[in-house]
């Protein structure tokens, strides 16, 4: 039996466009002079679309841990993008806060992630786009069941 090569395994090449992805859209991001990573940027965008997200379901969003999104928002918070307090209905939890600067960045920074889209779709058909995400969907929905 002859071994796979890692490039004809379909899984294999789903993360390495993925990584790619992201690391174009970081060199991007950065070389128009904002100082915020994909992941930040994704936190603040997931808190300002649901003000009202636990830091549980905002991990969930962004496919982070609970001890990553407790770092990103620690950080958040120095650059003061977050401002966290006391939830006033839970003690165990924090309220988290969007800031006008955080506003002001995540505007910023949308039109670099919808330029980053475009250009790593280009030369792919609509149509193509929404096979593979009906082929996504269904890849997802059986590793769920």
Partial sequence: MTAEKLGDILFYSLEKSIKSYRQFAQ????????????????????????????QQQI????????????????????????KRKPHPEDRRRFALTVTADAETLIEGVQPLVEANRRQALQGINLQDVQVLREVLEQMISNCQN
């Avoid at 994704?42 to 300002?48: A, C, D, I, S």
């Fill in 59 to 82: 991990a969930d969003k962004v496919f982070k841990d609970y001890a990553s999104i407790t770092r990103m928002i620690d950080l958040l918070v120095k650059k003061k993008l977050l």
């Fill in 27 to 54: 060199r991007n991001i950065t070389k128009a002079g904002f100082d915020i990573t994909i992941d930040q940027w994704l936190l603040l965008k997931t808190l300002q679309e649901d003000p009202e997200a636990t």
